[in-house]
């Protein structure tokens, strides 16, 4: 790390005004710890003397824990017991699990996040990924603090950029029950590009691949003079490695002829198709090679061509998020002076190819994948813990990956802050109550790019309550979203005229309460011709409603204004209102709306003017 | 705490900028990385609460006042608020006949254009368009001209809009 290297005398704090602070990669495949020390940042290595601990658990009878690599030996023995890529269930329901029917767990549907029957109970994957932290942090005790009676200041862990709230949550709540301290959740590829850009003294825009073992993260930063300025980021969480392998094994099923397998054979194919995809990387061909468990073998060849034949349609899953956030960054490929490469799956010869071509040039790949996203949490750990010398002086612009909005009318989504903000943000929007005398409105606080709320992930709500009667479209509510730089969300809502006010900090709840866990993000792109549609749908029954409503209550009150004649005209306007609200045809709704609002025309001006002489008399309006 | 921001400058102040349309883009994007490296609430990490949330209010108004400046649209828009006048996007009277009518042919051509080729050329005609378009607003804002401003501006909102319709058809392209 150049620039990390200088220290000048009494420029750093005394060793012991030093906070210990930490930097945590917790991966789908592998987790590391690292710290800055001497003002350089390096990771640590456990007992065993590797840096990389395998993410895998294994519950044994009677509640001991393997974690690492000696849950990895007993991974096609003991499969039901031995959790994989529990990164992928973190905050996710069963239902958003990609093909569990090839998993060898025995998954439990619970409400919120998906959990896991094992010999030790059943666990939820916030556990798992407890244990998991609980060793990274063991680790750096004994490496920093020897037998010392201080503690670890903090922590800084990664996730993944594309991350949604609840499984930001989840990873915050597995370092909670670990014991760490979390300063800060880290983007994954903006502590990359940390990392690089102050280890390369690197200016200009720079991109950030990122593709894990289970997730896909695209970043667009600008580097001016220590200043590492997020653009724009996009990506997919539900997208990595373990998706090529899992294509594998379903081509060694299929070509191998093979009947539903054990848990066991299960794990020890997708171990195989592992070992063959990164065996690929680098030759042109692979055997695979296994001994089922009733004796069977299979015994194929995979060259490259047919490895890069089955997944090339996940690598081209990537190209557009990353045309995306190109495009949110306002820049196109040419701009980009660098691609910096991140996550072992950016090893595959045919991703490297594909994001050179989207790119025009050759990506980056001086530096360990594998370790670069710790290295990059640790010096940002170092910074928050106020240890930085004036040497590191750099300052890192993080922005909000996902849209935050609340709930309006007909189940639409209203944005208040759109993705790729710079946090932190405040941003405010007025709302109006939407029938007369309404005395409370209902806060439903989504996040999402999609239209429609149940697309979206739900994160709060909340009720402004004691709202002074007022007619609809009267009340003015002001509702304000604040982002900190930690990225944490509070909502408050106001009521203008009468200053009635009510406000919440979110925090995504995953557990029995909420059980909305939804499909939303992979999906937002492939719906947004539906959206239109359904908006536009929706926005006219709302419309047709309140239409009804307000009729409805003026012929309640005033009908002797009306002759019989026209009596019998508006009923049969409001009739046809209604058939056409019923059917799917927005045209026609709003065509049928319309024609209402023509009809009843004189009878809301005959309406005022009885009102302005009630007025004028000294009677209430309200009462009209 | 530096008092580099004051919170009741107007943003140009904020950034020691003229109160005008055109701006030095070069000069914005330095003084707000000059300006986030002072007051930036990761500055403030370890500092007391009370200086953590004058950092964090700082910050948020930077952020709000740099993304305000950098974009033509909203710098415009903020223009015509410091005027005193009200854009009054939804109440004001009807758009030109003409302007209609050009914003119809628009919406056609992008309903038919079936491929990314098509978004191309569409989006090139469009940024030549808007580029002669924010020179007119620019002259107007120069010559104190806010009345005409106001109807130059309501006419951008359309054509931004469109703009972003081009990027979602894209997009759907794309998927």
């Not at chain 1, 409400?111 to 750096?140: D, N, Y």
């Not at chain 1, 979206?456 to 979203?481: K, Q, Y």
Request: hydrophobic share 45%; glycine share 8%; proline share 4%.
């Amino acid at each position: 790390m150049a620039l990390l290297q200088i220290s000048e005398p009494g420029e750093s704090p005394a060793p012991h005004e030093r906070r210990i602070a930490i930097g945590i990669d917790l991966g789908t495949t592998n987790s590391l710890v690292a710290t800055v020390r001497n003002s350089i940042a390096g990771v640590l290595n456990g007992e065993d003397g590797h840096a990389l601990l395998p993410s895998i658990v294994r519950y044994l009878p009677g509640g001991e824990v393997h974690v690492g690599y000696a849950a990895q030996a007993e991974q096609a023995r003991d499969p039901r017991n031995t959790i994989l890529s529990v990164k992928r269930f973190m905050g996710r329901g069963l239902k958003d699990v990609a093909y569990p029917e090839n998993s060898p767990y025995d998954f439990v549907d619970a409400p919120g996040m998906v959990q896991l029957r094992t010999a030790a109970g059943v666990k939820s994957p916030v556990e798992v990924s407890a244990e998991i932290l609980r060793v990274l942090r063991r680790r750096a005790e004994r490496a920093l603090l020897g037998g010392s009676n201080t503690e670890l200041y903090g922590a800084v862990i990664t996730v993944p950029a594309y991350f949604d709230e609840a499984q930001r949550q989840a990873t915050k709540d597995a370092a909670k029950l670990a014991g760490l301290n979390v300063m800060r959740l880290l983007n994954e590829p903006t502590a990359a590009a940390i990392a690089y850009g102050l280890d390369n003294a690197a200016e200009g825009v720079y991109a950030v691949f990122d593709l894990g073992g289970g997730t896909f993260d695209i970043s667009i930063l600008r580097l001016t003079r220590g200043v590492f300025e997020v653009l724009a980021t996009g990506g997919d969480s539900a997208l990595g490695g373990d998706d090529f392998d899992h294509r594998l094994f379903c081509w060694v099923i299929e070509k191998a002829k093979l009947a539903p397998l054990s848990p066991e054979d299960t794990r020890l194919l997708l171990t195989h198709s592992r070992q063959v995809k990164e065996h690929l990387s680098a030759h042109a061909q692979a055997h695979f090679h296994a001994r089922l468990a009733s004796g069977e073998t299979v015994n194929l060849v995979v060259t490259q061509e047919d490895f890069w034949d089955m997944t090339r349609t996940l690598v081209a899953k990537t190209l557009g998020p990353a045309k995306k956030a190109l495009r949110d960054a306002g820049l196109t490929a040419g701009d980009v002076k660098g691609v910096v490469m991140v996550g072992g799956a950016t090893r595959m010869p045919h991703v490297q190819r594909a994001v050179g071509e989207l790119f025009g040039q050759d990506p980056l790949n001086n530096l360990d994948p594998d370790k670069v996203v710790a290295l990059g949490a640790a010096i940002q750990a170092n910074a928050l813990a106020g240890n930085r010398s004036s040497e590191e002086d750099w300052l890192l612009l993080d922005v909000i990956p996902l849209s935050l909005g609340i709930e309006t009318m007909g189940g639409l989504v209203e944005k208040i802050i759109p993705r790729n903000s710079t946090i932190p943000i405040a941003k405010a929007q007025e709302f109006t109550t939407f029938k007369d005398g309404q005395s409370a409105m209902a806060v439903h606080v989504v996040q999402g790019e999609r239209e429609v709320v149940s697309d979206c992930r739900s994160l709060a709500r909340f009720e402004l309550r004691g709202l002074p009667p007022m007619a609809a479209g009267a009340a003015r509510i002001r509702v304000t979203f604040q982002v900190d730089a930690d990225g944490l969300l509070s909502v408050s809502a106001r009521e203008q005229s009468s200053g009635v006010e009510a406000a919440v900090a979110v925090k995504p709840s995953y557990g029995l309460a909420d059980d909305e866990i939804t499909r939303m993000l992979k999906d937002s792109f492939d719906h947004a011709k539906d959206d239109v549609h359904t908006r536009a749908l929706r926005e006219q029954q709302v419309e047709a409603e309140r239409m009804r409503e307000a009729v409805a209550a003026a012929l309640a009150s005033d009908a002797d204004l009306l002759s019989a004649e026209e009596r019998a005209e508006i009923d049969r306007v409001l009739a046809e209102l209604v058939a056409a609200a019923a059917g799917s045809d927005h045209r026609a709704i709003k065509a049928a709306i319309e024609k209402a609002n023509r009809v009843t025309g004189p009878f809301a001006e005959r309406r005022m003017d009885r009102s302005i002489k009630r007025g004028l008399a000294g009677k209430s309006l309200e009462k009209i | 705490m530096a008092t580099t921001i004051d919170l009741t400058q107007n943003h140009f102040e904020l950034f020691g900028l003229p109160k005008s349309f055109a701006v030095d883009a070069a000069r914005l994007d330095r003084r707000y990385l000059e300006l986030q490296r002072e007051v930036h609430p990761d500055r403030f990490a370890t500092a007391p609460d009370s200086e953590k949330r004058l950092s964090m209010q700082r910050t948020t108004l930077l952020n709000e006042a740099y993304r305000i400046l950098k974009s033509p649209l909203s710098r415009a828009r903020y223009l015509v608020e410091l005027a005193g006048l009200d854009a009054g996007m939804e109440t004001n009277t009807a758009m030109p006949a003409a302007f209609l009518a050009e914003q119809m042919e628009w919406r056609e051509a992008l309903e038919e254009a079936a491929d990314p080729s098509a978004l191309d050329g569409l989006e090139q005609r469009l940024s030549k368009e808007l580029k002669s378009r924010y020179a007119a607003i620019e002259a107007e804002f120069d010559r104190h001209d806010n009345v005409a401003a106001v109807s130059s501006l309501r006419q951008l909102m359309f054509l931004e809009r469109l703009r972003e319709d081009i990027a979602e058809a894209r997009e759907r392209m794309e998927t």
